[in-house]
């Protein structure tokens, strides 16, 4: 299933994880919004991981690399 909403989700998860870290500073709700994000991958989902072009995976991986950075902060942050 590739539909356009599924962009739509991807990205308004990102951008509530970005508000939820950069402006409420609750980094794990930021946690919770960017990994739900990556439930909705924005590419088309039928074409295998290593079939991808790189950018796909790199941005995939990249966002990755934010939901666990958020993980720390938050696990660091928790009081």
Same mark, same amino acid.
């Given at each position: 299933?590739?539909?356009? @909403? &599924? =962009?739509?989700?991807?990205?308004?998860?990102?951008?509530? *994880?970005?508000?939820? !870290? $950069? @402006? &409420? =500073?609750?980094?794990?709700?930021?946690?919770?919004?960017? *990994?739900?994000?990556? !439930? $909705?991958?924005?590419?088309?989902?039928?074409?295998?991981?290593?079939?991808?072009?790189?950018?796909?995976?790199?941005?995939?991986?990249?966002?990755?690399?934010?939901?666990?950075?958020?993980?720390?902060?938050?696990?660091?942050?928790?009081?």
């Amino acid at each position: 299933m590739n539909s356009p @909403f &599924n =962009k739509y989700l991807y990205i308004g998860f990102i951008l509530l *994880g970005s508000y939820q !870290a $950069f @402006f &409420n =500073k609750d980094y794990l709700q930021a946690a919770a919004c960017f *990994g739900i994000g990556l !439930a $909705f991958d924005p590419f088309n989902q039928m074409t295998s991981w290593y079939d991808r072009p790189t950018w796909h995976r790199v941005i995939l991986y990249v966002h990755l690399t934010i939901f666990w950075g958020m993980l720390v902060l938050g696990g660091l942050n928790d009081k």
